[in-house]
């Protein structure tokens, strides 16, 4: 069933339509009250000066008890239930209905002007004081004289304050009904109930003090205490009134949440009630833009029907709770510093508002915004803002829950034209994908760039572009192939798919197969095309980690395919500037460390012997890019060594390692650490005492601790070195010459070096199951170094057969993808424990490694 629509708002100046007769009306009566000549019995003569005391005193009484203490907002009106029909009870009975009619004007103007209300209001409220007054007096002068204060006088004050108050309501009735319309005015007149009740009350209390004072004027003095223990009351029951009506409206609130979320029309439902339980002129939902998808911007306004977009919320206030996710409450009443008191005043007719972020977890997806409570006199108070706040927490649940925000976040993340995930959605996935990337396959990113998409739009238009590319979508969409494939649009003619592939080589050979799937001719009725499209391939890891780099490196290979045959391009370094790349690596360098970016892995050093004995582990550093993603270790260490990091660099992987020697799970066989040592340091005098200070921080024996120094280093043809390494040999450190054989220096040359231990480069090892140079090269280092009492490490160890080579040749322990990869220190502990076992035949328990298969 359609919703009613409201009579058309007029202006508030139609008000005049009221005013005018209403004053009219007060004129000719109060004529009628100054021509009547008759003095009541009941009056008591006074001479002018006390008259104008007690007039004084009466204006002054009106004029106090006229503070609301009670409140109603009907609409955009607001009502007030005071204390006034105790004072017109008593003004009736002492003094001349017209010298009433004159005092209660005089307090109504000054009570209207204290409350800075509008001229238009001013006078209306004015004029229906003064009319409904003298008729007040003109039913008094209706009854016969009053006499004392029996019933009769009871019935004749009640039944002229009766007439004051009802003569008031259908005036406030009248005016509302020109200006809002009808529908506003039955709505007034069905709420008038608890005025007329709270009215009666009033006149009764004001005959119980007429009679008190009749008795003795003493009783003034209990009067007042009455009077106060009134308003007190009175405020007590109307905060007991609104935390009643709170609840109650904070039920139907949310249980209309709930139904309205699954029709769709939660928020309509949701600013609507707001804005009435918070009886404010505009109530305002905000959510941010999401992608392409632009911000949401809905405001309830009374009397408004549906939805506006637009918001009376100043824009600082709005700024302030996003980015500090609180509430943030400016008003005359709540506060609020200069900057958010500036903004309200530039906000024009704004006199406070209240803005409660909406969180979905410790996200913030937008706002709720209340702007101006309803009244020109009231105002928004600090109880409300925790009401307030308690209405946003269950919107926000609403909202996350809702269709419409799985509309918007649809929105958010897909093409409007091609209904495909857009860029934001695809760089998403991404980052989840290579999160969870297995070590037998990569992600692949394959970019297809639509040739000649603007010679299309430009010859056929937009129309015949947009159809080309909804085809090509399509396609892709079709053909791509695993299922798990994700489909994307980035750009005006860019299309990307990403999915896991065994190797670059397979991710190359689905690009092939996809883009000539959409080669094929295109055909839209009479209209044929022939479009093409070249595709650039990234994979991950080789080509970076990050979501962004990935999709820029793909869209850099697909520049270059087309200008290529085949038109398909797999990314490589040379596409990308290498200068670039080395000043942002060194420009990260200094924040990775800083933020421990830098990770420490390990690994394994066995003997090869039948024990297969972990003797120690090698820390390797490994820096993942958040942009260019794995970079090499030479890479990173060329780049310390010339901004200045080495140092922290060094420091930083030796922290690491000794804290993890300290922490190795086997008491009885400690965990040996190896870190590479640029030759750079060895030129430092302060290290070897940084080495003993860190030694002594972390508790580990100097003999479990070994550097290694490439063959360049230490065998320069210099003594340099030499300083350095004897202080670390008197620490008790060990050292190793690494990569040896490959800087051709002389084998006897090792007769001089303060070295415990030589490692064997990985070229001549993996070469020596196939080459006997390679083979002759190991033995020769080997046999040499054993009889200078020197340990060998062959490095490089990938099969079976080179393993039993270097135990034919004597070699005591080898490194390499055999027996483990690089390993976190977690999976180092979890390798050892799946690979070793107790040897229950010694006496002491020995883990012993098991075979490699």
Not at 438 to 446: C, G, Q, R, S
Not at 592 to 604: G, I, R, S
Not at 629 to 640: I, K, L, N, R, T
Request: with cysteine; hydrophobic share 45%.
């Amino acid at each position: 069933m359609p919703r009613p629509q409201p009579s058309p708002r007029r202006s508030p100046d139609h008000a005049w339509l009221i005013t005018g007769p209403l004053a009219l009306l007060a004129v000719v009566m109060s004529t009628a009250l100054g021509l009547i000549d008759d003095q009541e019995a009941g009056r008591v003569a006074r001479d002018s000066g006390t008259e104008l005391f007690l007039s004084l005193l009466l204006l002054a009484v009106m004029v106090a008890v006229a503070i609301p203490n009670l409140h109603f907002v009907i609409r955009r009106q607001a009502f007030v239930l005071t204390l006034t029909e105790i004072s017109f009870v008593l003004a009736l009975f002492y003094f001349r209905p017209l010298t009433v009619v004159v005092i209660a004007t005089i307090a109504a103007f000054v009570t209207q002007i204290r409350r800075r209300v509008s001229p238009t209001k001013l006078w209306f409220n004015v004029a229906k004081e003064a009319a409904s007054t003298s008729l007040a007096g003109l039913v008094l002068y209706a009854f016969p004289p009053i006499e004392g204060v029996g019933p009769g006088t009871w019935g004749i004050l009640f039944a002229a304050v009766s007439t004051h108050t009802l003569v008031g309501l259908a005036a406030v009735i009248g005016v509302i009904t020109v200006v809002q319309g009808s529908p506003a005015g039955l709505e007034v007149a069905r709420t008038a109930a608890p005025t007329l009740v709270t009215a009666a009350i009033n006149v009764s209390l004001g005959l119980v003090v007429l009679i008190a004072l009749e008795t003795t004027w003493w009783a003034i003095v209990l009067v007042i205490v009455l009077t106060g223990a009134l308003g007190l009351v009175y405020r007590s029951y109307a905060q007991f009134f609104r935390q009643h009506r709170t609840l109650a409206d904070m039920y139907d609130l949310t249980r209309a949440m709930s139904e309205s979320g699954q029709d769709g029309t939660l928020a309509d439902s949701l600013l609507g009630r707001v804005r009435v339980l918070m009886q404010a002129e505009y109530a305002t939902l905000w959510l941010p833009a999401q992608g392409r998808h632009p911000e949401v911007l809905l405001t309830a306004r009374v009397d408004d029907p549906g939805l506006l977009d637009l918001a009376r919320t100043p824009a600082v206030a709005r700024a302030r709770a996003i980015k500090a996710k609180k509430t943030v409450a400016v008003g005359s009443r709540l506060g609020g510093d200069e900057e958010l008191r500036a903004g309200l005043r530039e906000a024009d007719g704004v006199k406070d508002v209240i803005v409660v972020p909406l969180r979905s977890g410790q996200a913030v997806i937008g706002s709720l915004e209340v702007v101006n409570r309803l009244g020109e006199t009231t105002h928004f108070l600090p109880g409300d803002v925790p009401i307030f706040e308690t209405i946003a927490a269950h919107a926000a649940v609403a909202l996350e829950n809702s269709r419409l925000v799985d509309r918007l976040r649809y929105d958010a993340y897909h093409d409007g034209l091609t209904a495909l995930p857009n860029r934001r959605r695809v760089l998403g996935a991404l980052e989840e994908a290579v999160q969870v990337c297995a070590p037998d396959e990569v992600v692949a990113v394959l970019l297809f760039d639509v040739d000649a998409l603007r010679q299309v739009n430009e010859s056929l238009g937009h129309a015949a572009g947009d159809r080309v590319l909804v085809e090509v979508a399509a396609r892709l969409r079709s053909s791509s192939s695993p299922s798990a494939a994700l489909v994307g649009r980035i750009g005006g003619d860019e299309f990307v798919v990403t999915l896991r592939a065994e190797s670059a080589e397979a991710a190359l050979a689905l690009a092939t197969e996809l883009r000539e799937q959409t080669h094929d001719q295109m055909v839209f009725g009479t209209l044929t095309l022939d479009v093409d499209t070249a595709v650039g391939v990234a994979i991950h890891p080789d080509h970076g980690s990050d979501p962004a780099t990935l999709v820029q490196r793909a869209g850099l290979a697909a520049t270059a395919a087309k200008s290529m045959p085949g038109s398909v391009q797999l990314f490589n370094a040379g596409l990308e500037s290498r200068s670039v790349r080395r000043l942002g690596l060194a420009g990260d360098l200094s924040r990775a460390l800083d933020n421990d970016e830098l990770k420490v892995y390990f690994q394994p050093k066995v003997t090869l012997d039948g024990d297969r004995r972990l003797v120690g582990v090698e820390c390797l550093a490994r820096w993942e890019h958040p942009a260019h993603g794995a970079v090499s270790p030479e890479d990173f260490v060329a780049v310390a060594e010339h901004t200045g990091q080495l140092g922290r660099l060094t420091e930083s992987v030796l922290r690491e390692g000794l804290r993890r020697s300290r922490e190795w799970s086997d008491p009885n066989h400690p965990l040996a650490v190896a870190v590479n040592l640029s030759a750079r340091t060895l030129t430092d005098p302060y290290f070897p005492a940084r080495v003993q200070e860190l030694l002594a921080e972390f508790e580990v024996a100097p003999e479990l601790l070994t550097f290694e120094i490439k063959e360049a280093g230490v065998l320069d043809g210099t003594d340099r070195p030499m300083p350095t390494l004897r202080r670390l040999r008197d620490i008790g450190v060990r050292l190793s010459v690494d990569d040896f054989g490959t800087g051709y220096s002389s084998l006897s040359y090792l007769r001089r070096l303060p070295v415990h231990e030589v490692k064997v480069d990985r070229s001549f090892v993996q070469g020596m199951a196939t080459d006997p140079g390679d083979l002759a090269i190991v033995n020769a280092v080997v046999t040499l170094s054993q009889q200078f009492g020197l340990t060998v490490v062959a490095e490089g160890v990938e099969s079976e057969l080179t393993l039993e080579l270097l135990q034919d040749i004597g070699c005591q322990i080898g490194q390499g993808f055999l027996f483990s990869r690089p390993l976190p220190y977690e999976r180092l502990e979890a390798w050892f424990g799946a690979q070793s076992e107790s040897d229950l035949s010694l006496t002491s328990d020995v883990r012993r490694l098991r075979a490699v298969p």
